[in-house]
């Protein structure tokens, strides 16, 4: 059975700092998650849980960073939502 979601538009979109905030994470932190090969298995993918706002901004997808936040320790589940999220907005 599928548990109901409490999904936030899409529109609702965070800076840096309040993502930094939403993680327990500093603004550098956040910054290597999103950009360091060294945590490309943290998965944090452009315009999947980020995307540029602009030539020099970055904004969050709140609903799906705070997703992965309560999943980092099963990144499968995390993706396998991702997955179901994308072909449920289709």
């Known amino acids: 059975?599928?548990?109901?979601?409490?999904?936030?538009?899409?529109?609702?979109m965070l800076t840096n700092r309040e993502a930094a905030e939403i993680c327990k994470l500093s603004i550098g932190t956040l910054?290597?998650?999103?950009?360091?090969?060294?945590?490309?298995?943290?998965?944090?993918l452009e315009n999947i849980h980020w995307f540029k706002f602009g030539t020099r901004s970055i904004r969050w997808h709140r609903d799906v960073l705070e997703h992965w936040v309560l999943h980092r320790a099963n990144l499968g589940?995390?993706?396998?939502w991702i997955t179901e999220r994308a072909r449920s907005r289709q």
């Open 77 to 80: 589940e995390h993706r396998k």
């Open 1 to 12: 059975m599928k548990q109901p979601t409490q999904e936030r538009p899409l529109g609702e």
């Open 31 to 44: 910054n290597n998650y999103r950009t360091s090969k060294r945590f490309k298995d943290e998965c944090l």
